[in-house]
């Protein structure tokens, strides 16, 4: 009986924690950039560092579909989602997963690029960024329940829940009212920065 009650709860700690991660059908990326003194890397769901940051700039591993244009066909599987497009010392360039430069770009690689467009079937939520009347920051919040998914304490740039956003992610691009580097909020309110130690946490 002890045996039976222990799997029964095993099961729905594991149901429940899957179903944490999935926030109604949209799952966090396996990397995702982090950034610290100004500087992109890229961490796991948990902030745990993978790539240190070292980058100027630094998007989603995700297809460029640029590179169906690329004359050698050799190097169009660098436009994979395996791969990811950074900026260092002022050069666009893509690496892999471990941080490795694997190509970096030049125009002359390329015929005319054409207009492309991605196809993403996307999940409608309800949830939906608000305003402090006082403050005037942003948070979101979900508009069925109205419980506040994170407080409106950011300048918000981009909603990657949105339905137009392609893939979608329960995130949120924002900056801090104090300035400094954009960074992602996880709809778990996360924070995908690594502030200095002196630096107090925003309220």
């Avoid at 950074?86 to 050069?91: C, E, F, I, R, T």
């Avoid at 694997?102 to 054409?114: A, T």
């Avoid at 309800?126 to 304490?153: C, M």
Wanted: hydrophobic letters at 35%; glycine letters at 6%; proline letters at 6%.
């Amino acid at each position: 009986m002890r045996i039976y009650l222990a799997f029964i709860l095993l099961l729905s700690t594991v149901f429940s924690s899957d179903a944490q991660e999935k926030n109604d059908g949209l799952f966090y990326p396996d990397l995702i950039p982090i950034v610290k003194n100004g500087l992109y890397g890229y961490c796991d769901k948990d902030k745990k560092v993978i790539i240190e940051p070292q980058f100027e700039g630094a998007a989603f591993f995700g297809e460029d579909l640029d590179f169906h244009d690329i004359k050698d066909p050799k190097k169009k599987i660098f436009g994979s989602s395996a791969y990811a497009t950074v900026w260092k010392d002022g050069q666009r360039m893509r690496i892999d997963k471990k941080g490795n430069v694997v190509y970096r770009y030049n125009p002359e690689d390329f015929n005319e690029i054409r207009p492309k467009e991605s196809i993403n079937e996307s999940i409608k939520h309800s949830y939906e960024k608000f305003q402090d009347d006082q403050t005037l920051l942003w948070g979101v919040h979900d508009i069925a329940t109205s419980e506040v998914l994170i407080p409106a304490r950011y300048n918000i740039h981009e909603e990657l829940y949105s339905d137009f956003h392609v893939p979608q992610y329960p995130l949120i691009l924002v900056s801090s009212p104090r300035g400094g580097s954009k960074f992602y909020v996880g709809l778990n309110g996360t924070e995908y920065i690594i502030r200095p130690e002196n630096e107090p946490e925003p309220k």
